[in-house]
């Protein structure tokens, strides 16, 4: 399967099945709307708005979202998948995971859930964390202003099998940042 790489100012899907397709959009918007059905694929976002909304199902799937707004919302389910999110073009990006299922189990590679890197602003709010191995949710260098948002709330974060070490298996690691 040879995927989809957009370069474009707006791609958006609503109502598409993608089965190990990986995809690649660089560009303004990339959405995607209302039960998408997306498994093993790699989703590669550096674009200025990405929106995930309305009960989207990604199993198996790992997004890796650089530079610009992201916004997770809405009852998207996540399965065996990993996101990291780094790097953005201005100060201003912001970053929203707002009310989405995360069950991952000990296939996942990455070392977190969500993993943030360099955002200023970001808010992960009424979400549920299950995993059983590694972080639910990892900051690095987040948060560094202090002027604008930088919010975890109302999470439900559970590790599924008891921790074999102290650090490993942590629900939220935060380094050289900042976040309420």
Request: contains cysteine; proline residues 2%; negative net charge.
């Amino acid at each position: 399967n040879t995927g989809i790489q957009a370069l474009c100012n707006q791609l958006k899907f609503t109502l598409t099945d993608f089965d190990h397709s990986p995809i690649e959009f660089s560009g303004s918007r990339l959405e995607l709307n209302q039960s998408e059905l997306v498994s093993g694929s790699d989703i590669v976002f550096t674009g200025y708005d990405l929106y995930i909304l309305d009960s989207n199902d990604l199993t198996d799937c790992s997004l890796d979202l650089n530079y610009g707004n992201i916004s997770i919302e809405n009852d998207n389910d996540f399965i065996n998948s990993s996101i990291t999110i780094g790097h953005p073009i201005d100060e201003a990006a912001f970053i929203d995971i707002i009310g989405n299922d995360f069950d991952n189990d000990s296939t996942v590679t990455e070392n977190a859930v969500v993993t943030i890197e360099d955002y200023r602003n970001f808010r992960i709010d009424s979400n549920n964390f299950r995993y059983a191995r590694g972080r639910g949710i990892e900051l690095f260098n987040a948060g560094w202003d202090g002027r604008e948002v930088q919010q975890i709330a109302e999470n439900a974060i559970e590790l599924k099998q008891p921790s074999t070490s102290v650090w490993s298996d942590v629900g939220i690691n935060v380094y050289c940042s900042k976040a309420n």
